[in-house]
C-alpha cells in the first residue's frame, strides 16, 4: 500500500549576497500528498503539525512563501 505520492516541482536557487561574494546555491521543490505517517527515524526535525492553513512564521520567510505558490500555481490553486 502505497502511503505517499511525491512530485518534483522544480529547481530553484537562491542569491546570497554579503561582502566577501555573492553566492547562488541550489535546491530541488518537491510536493507529496501523505496519506498516513509511520513512525519516523530520528531527524533533525523537531516535530510534524498537519495545519488547515499556512502558517504565519516561517523559517525561511523570504523563500519558503514563494516556494509554496509555485506548487499551488502548478497544482491550479489545489494544494
Do not use: H
Request: aromatic share 12%; charged share 25%.
Amino acid at each position: 500500500m502505497q502511503r505517499y505520492l511525491i512530485c518534483s516541482q522544480c529547481v530553484y536557487s537562491v542569491y546570497e549576497d554579503n561582502e566577501q561574494a555573492v553566492k547562488e546555491t541550489f535546491g530541488m521543490l518537491y510536493f507529496a500528498r501523505i496519506s498516513s505517517f509511520g513512525v519516523l527515524p530520528p531527524l533533525e526535525i523537531e516535530r510534524i503539525e498537519l495545519l488547515e492553513q499556512l502558517p504565519e512564521r516561517w523559517t525561511y520567510p523570504l523563500i519558503q512563501p514563494k516556494l509554496v505558490r509555485k506548487v499551488q500555481k502548478t497544482l491550479g490553486g489545489k494544494a
